[in-house]
Structure formats: structure tokens, C-alpha cells
């Protein structure tokens, strides 16, 4: 099946500095790129739908200024996690489906990026 | 958003069938019922979909009823690799829609 990786697969960060994480798409293009975060004990949370060239669509509660997306290429989105804080620390998934038409399109997901704001 | 109901938790034991309930009666019409789980530390992974047959893979059988308002994951021979947060989720086949986790079966596994 289709692979999505992300990078890093985990990082640990001072307060108040930015992360980046990487989500890309080995071997299939992706229109739309999805981003989740899932904190201890609980289910994974859509944060933002993100399209190809295009500004991301965010979920009610979460801060756009906060979570910047990049969503540059059909293979490649980014998520920067900005001035982070102890609470900002969890779990990062990223995601995308494929665009077959009269096809099934698997959601994809991507291993995780776990971020620890110390 | 379709709603769905799923036991908090089930535990079975080895080489025994699993069946894992979902109850989804606000289901539209054009959205398929989709299982995915997720193991401890790991992204979500895919398990299998449905429509409105009731459909075979390697890994698992989906049984869906008639109405489409429930389903039933069944993994035939549980292993201890199995013991994971299996998630039912109604959802169309649009490219563009993102899944959304409920809460999920967390299934456990005994040798």
C-alpha cells in the first residue's frame, strides 16, 4: 500500500521555540494532506485539512497562527508548531488519501511525531 | 458526521474469533463504513471497508446489516499483534473528506 512518512519521529523542544514536522507522501500524490493530534489516552483530533497550493482549513479551537501548515507540493506538507509550551506537547499525525477516481481512497496515515515541550 | 457507538473495550484470547460491534444509524446513504486500528505509539492503520456487502480480506471480515445502521468487525483468529483501539467510521469516498476518531474499541489480547 501506499506509504506517508513524517519527520522526526520525535523531538524535544524548550519553550518558546518553534518545530517543524515534515509529512510526505512516498509514492502517491497527494491533493489533500490531513494533520491530527492525539494526546495521552485519547482519540486522534483533526486539526487541519490542508490543500495543495492552497491555505489549510482549520478545525474549530485551533489556533491557525499557532499551527502553521505548508502544503507546497503534492508530496510534501509541513506543520510548525510556533512559540511552543508544555501544553503544545502530544502526539502528530499527518494523513492523506488518495485521489483515484471511481476508486476506493484509502486514508493513509503517517507513523507520528511525538513533541515534548519541556 | 455520522455518530457511531462502540464498546469502550473487549478482551478475548488467542486464536479465538473477535467480534467488534459498531453502531452507526445516522450513516448517509453514500458513506462507506470504514475500520481502522491503532496500536499503542503508532499512526492508524488501515483494516477494511465496506458499503453494503458484507466483504472479506486477509486481515479481518466486515459484516454490515441490512439497514447499514451497524456493523461487525470479526477477526477470526486473534493474535497477541491484534490487541489494539479499533475505530468504526462512516465516511464518504471523497478524496478530499478527512476521517474523524471517535472514541473506539481498545481490544486486549491474552496468551
Known amino acids: 500500500g501506499a506509504v506517508v512518512s513524517q519527520h522526526p519521529s520525535r523531538v524535544i523542544c524548550k519553550s518558546g521555540t518553534s518545530v517543524k514536522i515534515e509529512c510526505r507522501s512516498l509514492?502517491?500524490?497527494?491533493?489533500?494532506m490531513f494533520w491530527y493530534r492525539q494526546f495521552p489516552k485519547q482519540s486522534l483530533m483533526l486539526m487541519a485539512t490542508?490543500?495543495?497550493?492552497?491555505?489549510?482549513?482549520?478545525e474549530q479551537g485551533v489556533e491557525k497562527d499557532k499551527f502553521l501548515i505548508n502544503h507546497a507540493s503534492l508530496t510534501l506538507s509541513t506543520l510548525t508548531v510556533t512559540s511552543a509550551h508544555p501544553e503544545d506537547s502530544s502526539f502528530y499525525i499527518c494523513?492523506?488519501?488518495?485521489?483515484?477516481?471511481?476508486?476506493?481512497?484509502?486514508?493513509?496515515f503517517g507513523p507520528g511525531t511525538r513533541l515534548t515541550v519541556l | 458526521d455520522a455518530k457511531t457507538t462502540q464498546p469502550n473495550s473487549m478482551e478475548s484470547n488467542e486464536e479465538e474469533p473477535v467480534h467488534l460491534p459498531c453502531n452507526h444509524s445516522t450513516i448517509s446513504g453514500t458513506d462507506y463504513i470504514h475500520w481502522y486500528r491503532q496500536l499503542p505509539s503508532q499512526g492508524p492503520e488501515y483494516v477494511i471497508h465496506g458499503l453494503t456487502s458484507n466483504v472479506n480480506n486477509r486481515m479481518a471480515s466486515l459484516a454490515i446489516a441490512e439497514d447499514r445502521k451497524s456493523s461487525t468487525l470479526i477477526l477470526h483468529r486473534a493474535t497477541l499483534r491484534d490487541a489494539a483501539v479499533y475505530y468504526c467510521i462512516p465516511l464518504s469516498n471523497q478524496a478530499g473528506t478527512a476521517l474523524i476518531f471517535g472514541k473506539g474499541t481498545t481490544l486486549s489480547v491474552s496468551s
Open positions: 490542508s490543500n495543495e497550493g492552497s491555505k489549510a482549513t482549520y
Open positions: 509514492d502517491f500524490q497527494a491533493t489533500t
Open positions: 494523513s492523506a488519501r488518495t485521489g483515484q477516481i471511481d476508486s476506493y481512497n484509502e486514508q493513509f
